[in-house]
């Protein structure tokens, strides 16, 4: 009965003299996180990968969250990303749908007061998602990003029709039907290809990749 009661009270929780929505006893979690969550080896690891510490010199000044088209968009702003990341929150950075959204505009990078290579970071994170399998589920640019690789890797080069085939089909295979009008209209005037073809000389490109991959190239943006 007295559990009961307790239930009862928490249901109907005022907030701000308001009642809240329901609000059960499950439903109830720590929001703060302490010290032995957090992954102090988080921040070594991104800065080893992303070839640069410089983002230790942050002075969290805002910039790049000011100057950054979608940051109204984002959970974390730029700024958060990186003050979390030297905090160790992995989790939370590694599963933002920030570093999906960031639009490699560069705007944060020019405007940074530090010369942190804010744009690089976010790329570095994408990989890293890929790389450990966390990203949101089911939302399309993690998916296409995965896919356009894949692609690339099969073909030597991308395949629009197969790209959106497969992202659809892993996002939301009901908008295969809503975009089917557009693409047949753009298969009738030869804009799409049904059959993708292989490049000659694939496997220098798989050569490339390797490389990079394995840090002997000078660029951090394969996904
Ligand atoms: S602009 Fe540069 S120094 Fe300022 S918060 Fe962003 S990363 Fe940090
Ligand atoms: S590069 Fe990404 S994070 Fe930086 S301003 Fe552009 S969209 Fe925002």
Not at 1 to 14: E, N, P, S, T, Y
Request: with cysteine; glycine share 8%; proline share 4%.
């Amino acid at each position: 009965m007295r559990d009961w009661l307790v239930q009862q009270r928490i249901k109907f929780k005022m907030v701000g003299g308001r009642k809240s929505h329901l609000v059960t006893n499950w439903e109830i979690q720590r929001k703060m996180k302490y010290e032995e969550e957090l992954d102090p080896q988080f921040a070594q690891d991104v800065v080893k990968k992303l070839g640069s510490d410089n983002l230790f010199g942050c002075i969290q000044c805002g910039t790049c969250s000011a100057t950054c088209p979608v940051s109204h968009h984002m959970d974390y702003s730029p700024r958060r990303i990186i003050a979390m990341t030297r905090a160790g929150f992995k989790d939370e950075v590694m599963r933002s749908f920030t570093i999906w959204l960031c639009a490699s505009c560069y705007s944060c990078t020019v405007g940074c007061p530090k010369e942190i290579k804010i744009t690089e970071l976010m790329y570095t994170l994408k990989q890293k998602a890929i790389e450990e399998k966390v990203y949101p589920s089911r939302f399309p640019i993690p998916v296409l990003a995965r896919e356009f690789a894949r692609t690339v890797r099969n073909f030597g080069r991308n395949h629009e029709g197969l790209l959106l085939l497969r992202m659809f089909l892993k996002t939301n295979p009901f908008k295969l039907f809503t975009m089917s009008g557009l693409g047949s209209k753009l298969f009738f005037k030869g804009r799409l290809e049904i059959m993708p073809h292989t490049i000659k000389g694939k496997q220098q490109l798989l050569n490339i990749l390797h490389a990079v991959e394995n840090g002997n190239g000078n660029g951090n943006h394969g996904q």
